[in-house]
């Protein structure tokens, strides 16, 4: 068989190669390290297999045997082929690292870098002009060790390490100066690193092999990027006379004829514009990097495939950035990249996720994508077979999602409907954790949905799935899932919530109240906020199970300290409190209940929050429960009072925020009209309020804009892709303004 | 090669005059051409970077001394490089291969497509040579990995081997690939890819002079009727027609 055939021969020429370099004559020894060389450069089933053979120790003790044997004084011909023997055992084992992994991790079992490092690159040896070979086969080869993940992490703490490195950077030859940029690249991580590195006056000699040649400026482009990193300080004390002079070098070379070196210098400069604020700001620089990120893409190897992520990084989180991008069309050329078809998945997913990022805060962006029908091809994406590319495209519809046109066209036709949540219910099973966290955010988003048709989601036993993750390992998956919930349960209809509730059940509901993760009870308490929100009859869901859920709440407010946890248990107190009677004065149960080592209850410290946010649900609460229509208010205005609760909101007369000052007003007007006799009862008709539930905003819960109709006492929360509404009493208005 | 230069100054300065198709007589232009300045510093840079990057090395070495133009590269590895596009226009690919190696041992290691031309190479020669058998264990010792490894080269792998299926290789729908100009090809391949690592431009300057020249003289026949150069090796000026 021919296979067979291939690989005997190939075995018979390694093992011959192989015993010629046990020879004991170096000429042998020589030639055959030669032959290995030839061999196994630029074939990656050739290294495999001499990998196999056991060629890297015995050539890696070829290498340390020959240095022993160098004479740095020495001269002569028997030297000439000491040298040439490691000239030729370095470039063996470089080439073994050359972006072959198991050949990285041979290498380094076998000690080489180390060799290598003691062999070639001592100090002596550079001063010696026949020494140059060997100095530069070492540090090609070094080289190549450090460009892999795997190498070993160099230690910049130590003051030797430190000036071996500054040695090397300082060296003519562009392999070893290429080499010191390379280690930086590749083992500076932490900010104390970073900075070590400034201090140490990298800066100067990396500007200085800008000007170098191609290779010394592509590796100090790298060193620089790696140097500032999310380091803001050492950006800061980048100030000075050469500054505005490495600035300009590096803005030139985003021009450069070779597109690596246009990619790395564009990245440089977002390394430094994200780290600080002052440098790079003006629309010149901005268009320029946005102009030639987009033009990368064409690229066809991997400077076009690592062209997207860079792309992100300049505009993710930068609404001015994705103006600008979107301005100069970007949102068709990565449309026009996507279509193309059969693209490395490297490539899918950077284009998908700078896709995301266009569309996460614009309206104008995910309109494009949806007139240009991105959609299908997104689609189709989430069946890919990398998790990354599923996991890309599921960001990709969360963000686009977000849209006005989005939410329409969903609900006009059922088609849209499924193609879009079919595949994504599948992939709430997926293998990878990623790729569920993924389309769970994605789902938060779509099921979102006025007309209340969420129909086809649950009939696909998406609520089945969404219960079972809640109950997953991961606290993310667990706080994806519930916000999903969440989102599901919103202004549902009374038989669609009662269908989640029974798959979810009271007691799985107040053990996520309880949750060790904060983020999940928050979710938790939000979703039964929602839950309880709408007809009289939803409250009764809190009762269920002898009141566990509403116990739990209780709990929760008692012992929390995060504040977006108590507002949303404030708001579910409020929200039952407009309920019956019976639901009124177990939420009063539950308020005058005292923690532990508490002297009042826990709502006057909400009332007295810096977060303007918990103080207007604490007041809703009040006004939930001291609403004059109620039979049992006046009762319960006594217990408030005597537990000190009605002063201090008395004295919120004059809260500086508008929401906040509003309730109070109307609460004061309550707190009165039992002590006058009731006025007008007509108007008093809708003066229960309810704090309606809420939606989960995906990225940003802080979207929330009070209304300026303040008059009609109408909140209208604007996430940026839907409107939730409350209704409050008109009569309260011409009351109170 | 003066004129060269001196029609496209002559170009630029034409462009800013009127939109409606002047006419230029040969007097006018050859007076305008002759006030135009060339220095001759930059002539012989052209000339030492086209025979540097060409890899003409007797004759940069004999230019540097006769006019003393300094070569932007070092001419000792201008000598390896054309060791290296020697041996593979001879269709000695192995002795290329480590010709290159020894050069730097980097760039066939970081260049697949560049490895993938050069045993391509070496099997076109077996096939050439005709050692068939030699011609088919290379193919699936040598070839097929690299077509495993990476999907893209596989079409061309594909044509390389379909050699082997006819009798009458010089005639076949692939033959080709047995034409000179393919070592040529793969000669040009190498010789760029170790001017790219030596962080030289693999292209003399030279071409895109003339392609500059000649682009310039379309843009202005939409304006003008002037002397043309239509033979780029003669240089001669051609009369407009009237």
């Not at chain 2, 300045?37 to 000339?47: A, F, G, P, Q, W």
């Amino acid at each position: 068989m021919p296979t067979t055939t291939a690989s005997a021969v190939c075995t018979t020429v390694g093992n011959n190669i192989l015993l010629r370099l046990t020879s004991g004559e170096r000429d042998v020894k020589l030639k055959a390290l030669r032959e290995l060389k030839n061999q196994i450069i630029g074939n990656r089933t050739k290294k495999l297999s001499f990998l196999k053979l056991g060629a890297v120790p015995a050539v890696a003790g070829i290498l340390s045997d020959a240095v022993s044997a160098v004479d740095v004084a020495d001269n002569d011909e028997n030297d000439r082929i000491v040298k040439d023997i490691i000239v030729q055992s370095a470039a063996v084992l470089g080439s073994f690292a050359c972006g072959f992994e198991a050949g990285v991790r041979a290498v380094l079992d076998a000690g080489a870098d180390i060799l290598i490092q003691r062999g070639c690159l001592v100090e002596e040896m550079p001063l010696l002009k026949s020494y140059m070979e060997v100095v530069d086969a070492g540090a090609r080869s070094l080289k190549m060790i450090y460009q892999s993940k795997m190498a070993p992490k160099y230690d910049f703490l130590q003051e030797e390490n430190m000036e071996f490195l500054l040695s090397l950077l300082n060296n003519e030859s562009e392999n070893v100066s290429g080499l010191g940029a390379s280690i930086i690249s590749h083992s500076c991580k932490t900010s104390l690193e970073q900075k070590l590195l400034f201090d140490a006056g990298v800066l100067k000699r990396l500007t200085s092999l800008l000007g170098g040649s191609l290779i010394q400026r592509d590796a100090s482009l790298e060193s620089i990027a790696t140097i500032f990193k999310n380091n803001p300080e050492v950006v800061s004390q980048f100030v000075g006379p050469d500054t505005g002079r490495t600035l300009s070098c590096i803005i030139e070379i985003v021009k450069d004829r070779f597109a690596r070196t246009r990619l790395l210098a564009s990245l440089c400069l977002i390394v430094i514009r994200n780290a600080s604020p002052c440098y790079l700001q003006d629309v010149g620089i901005k268009t320029k990097l946005i102009n030639n990120l987009l033009e990368l893409l064409d690229d066809p190897g991997r400077v076009g495939d690592e062209a997207s992520f860079a792309f992100s990084s300049l505009i993710a989180e930068k609404e001015d950035m994705q103006k600008l991008a979107f301005e100069v069309n970007g949102v068709d050329k990565l449309y026009n990249h996507l279509q193309k078809g059969s693209l490395h998945p490297r490539r899918f997913e950077g284009i998908l996720l700078a896709l995301a990022d266009m569309c996460s805060k614009l309206e104008c962006c995910r309109s494009r994508c949806l007139s240009l029908q991105v959609l299908k091809l997104v689609v189709d994406a989430l069946a890919h077979d990398s998790s990354d590319v599923r996991s890309a495209a599921c960001m990709c519809l969360r963000s686009v999602s977000r849209s006005i046109k989005f939410i329409q066209n969903l609900s006009a036709g059922s088609f849209m409907n499924e193609t879009i949540v079919i595949p994504l219910v599948r992939l709430l099973d997926d293998t990878s954790t990623a790729v569920q966290v993924a389309a769970l955010g994605a789902i938060s988003n779509i099921v979102v949905d006025f007309t209340t048709r969420r129909s086809t989601f649950i009939r696909l036993g998406g609520v089945k799935l969404l219960v079972q993750l809640s109950k997953s390992m991961d606290s993310t998956i667990r706080l994806n899932a519930l916000r999903a919930l969440r989102n599901l349960i919103f202004l549902a209809e009374d038989k669609c919530k009662e269908e989640i509730f029974m798959e979810l059940t009271a007691s799985l509901l107040a053990s996520l109240i309880c949750d060790p993760e904060p983020s999940v009870q928050e979710q938790a308490l939000a979703l039964v906020r929602n839950l309880v929100d709408g007809r009289i009859n939803s409250v009764e869901y809190i009762f269920a199970e002898d009141g566990i859920i509403l116990d739990a709440v209780g709990r929760q407010l008692r012992i929390a300290s995060k504040a977006e946890i108590e507002i949303q248990g404030m708001y579910v107190l409020g929200n039952v409190a407009t309920g019956k009677e019976s639901h009124k004065e177990a939420v009063m149960d539950q308020l005058l209940l005292r923690a532990e080592n508490k002297a009042q209850s826990c709502i006057i410290k909400f009332l007295q929050s810096n977060d303007s946010r918990l103080r207007t649900a604490a007041v809703w609460a009040v006004l939930n429960l001291t609403c004059s229509s109620s039979p049992g208010s006046s009762g319960r205005l006594v217990k408030l009072h005597d537990a000190g609760i009605v002063s201090h909101v008395k004295n919120m007369v004059n809260d500086p925020c508008l929401d906040v000052k509003l309730r109070v007003k109307t609460a004061l007007e309550q707190f009165n009209s039992f002590d006058d006799s009731l006025a007008s009862t007509s108007c008093l008709q809708f003066l229960t309020v309810r704090a309606v539930g809420e939606l989960s905003h995906v990225v940003d819960p802080s979207s929330k804009i009070p209304c300026d109709s303040i008059s009609n006492s109408c909140y209208v929360y604007v996430t940026d892709f839907c409107v939730i509404y409350s209704h409050v009493a008109n009569s309260i208005n011409s009351q109170c303004l | 090669m003066s004129l060269f230069w001196i029609v496209i100054r002559q170009l630029a300065e034409i462009e800013a005059m009127a939109m409606s198709k002047k006419v230029i007589t040969r007097e006018e232009w050859e007076k305008k051409l002759n006030d135009v300045k060339i220095r001759k510093e930059d002539m012989n840079k052209l000339v030492m970077n086209f025979l540097v990057t060409e890899g003409y090395v007797d004759a940069a070495e004999k230019f540097r001394m006769e006019s003393g133009t300094e070569p932007d590269i070092d001419l000792a590895t201008i000598t390896d490089r054309m060791a290296v596009k020697k041996a593979v226009q001879c269709g000695n690919v192995e002795d290329a291969i480590e010709k290159v190696n020894d050069l730097n041992p980097e760039i066939l290691d970081t260049n697949p497509q560049l490895f993938f031309h050069l045993q391509q190479q070496r099997l076109i020669e077996l096939i050439r040579n005709g050692k068939v058998e030699e011609a088919l264990e290379f193919a699936q010792e040598e070839l097929a990995p690299r077509g495993e490894e990476n999907q893209s080269f596989l079409e061309e792998l594909e044509r390389t081997v379909a050699l082997l299926a006819f009798e009458d290789v010089s005639n076949c729908p692939v033959g080709d690939l047995l034409d000179i100009s393919q070592r040529l090809k793969t000669a040009s391949e190498v010789n760029a890819a170790i001017l790219t690592s030596q962080s030289h431009e693999k292209d003399p300057k030279l071409p895109s002079l003339l392609k500059m020249l000649l682009w310039a003289q379309n843009q202005l026949d939409e304006k003008a009727a002037y002397p043309r150069i239509n033979d780029l090796a003669t240089a001669t000026l051609e009369d407009p027609a009237i």
